[in-house]
Every structure is written in structure tokens, then in C-alpha cells.
């Protein structure tokens, strides 16, 4: 059984949960619901069912391009065949939205620290390129300058500013 916590000032709540539930569906990736638990051959030997007296299940996993990245988990203890399959099919579309916003996330992050650590390369290269006490210049294939260190822009006398648009 898993048990969360929620503790604040003023309030202190336990959840108790099926572990034994979360990890089958965690590990196959389906869908799983049951009328009553209780009486289900299925959880005979789910101790966490007998000991919660669990009647309705319901635990959808949170998928994305077959990756299981979590689950949703309901319990009822007091009635039976409480997730129709209305219910089953609102949780599932919220648990496919839930799989999209969380890679979304985790991609963004990614991004987040790439863009990091390439600001700081970055960085790190313009205090290198300008500590240089020699003139570097590099050009691209047509020949037009790329990077100028200053330099490189004082022997040469050339504004390490872009031209400007005015003639």
C-alpha cells in the first residue's frame, strides 16, 4: 500500500492506496477497473484490497508513445461498480491529455537547459575570443566576416558593429 501525505498548518490528511494496483498498471500499461474488488478473483491474493476493502478501482495509466509516465488511481470503498464506462473513457482522455502536457514539460526543460548551457559556451568563447590579445577574424564562405574580436577592429579600424541601414 502507498500512503501520501498531505500536511499544512492547520490540516493533516492520509491516503492509503493499492501499490500492488498502481504497479500493474505502471508495469502493463492497461487500463484497470472492477466492479467489486472485494469479491473479484482477480485480488484475492492483492492483500491491500482485503485490507482496504476496496469495492470500485479504477486506474488508468498515463501513456505516451508507449511509455508508461504515470497513473491515475480511484478507489471507492463503499460501492460497487461505481466507474461505469463513462467514467473509465473521462479518465482515459484525461490521462492521455496528462501524458502530452507532461512530455511537453519535460521537453521544455530539456530545452530550457540546452539553451542554458549554450548561453553559457557562449559566453565563455566571447570572453575567450576577447581576451585575445591578437586580431582574429573568421569569414564564411563568401568571404564576408563572421566574427571580429576588437582586436582584430582596432589594427584593422573596422566598427565591430553591424553597418547600419541608413546610406
Not at 37 to 44: I, L, R, Y
Not at 92 to 117: D, G, K, P, T, W
Request: proline residues 2%; aromatic residues 6%.
Amino acid at each position: 500500500m502507498w500512503r501520501a501525505t498531505k500536511t499544512s498548518a492547520t490540516s493533516r490528511t492520509e491516503i492509503v492506496v493499492s501499490h500492488t494496483i498502481i504497479e500493474r498498471v505502471a508495469t502493463e500499461g492497461e487500463l484497470l477497473v472492477t466492479v467489486n474488488a472485494f469479491e473479484d478473483m482477480k485480488f484475492t491474493n492483492v492483500e491491500s484490497v482485503a485490507n482496504l476493502k476496496l469495492r470500485s478501482i479504477l486506474c488508468v495509466p498515463l501513456k505516451r508513445k508507449g511509455e508508461v509516465t504515470g497513473v491515475i488511481y480511484a478507489d471507492n470503498r463503499m460501492r460497487p461498480n461505481l466507474f461505469s464506462e463513462r467514467e473509465q473513457k473521462l479518465v482515459n482522455a484525461f490521462a492521455h491529455q496528462a501524458a502530452i502536457a507532461i512530455e511537453n514539460a519535460r521537453l521544455f526543460e530539456r530545452v530550457r537547459v540546452s539553451l542554458a548551457e549554450i548561453t553559457a559556451i557562449n559566453d565563455f568563447m566571447d570572453d575567450v575570443f576577447a581576451s585575445i590579445a591578437s586580431g582574429v577574424i573568421t569569414i564564411d564562405a563568401e568571404n564576408r566576416i563572421t566574427t571580429l574580436n576588437a582586436a582584430a577592429g582596432r589594427i584593422l579600424d573596422i566598427s565591430r558593429e553591424p553597418p547600419s541601414g541608413n546610406c
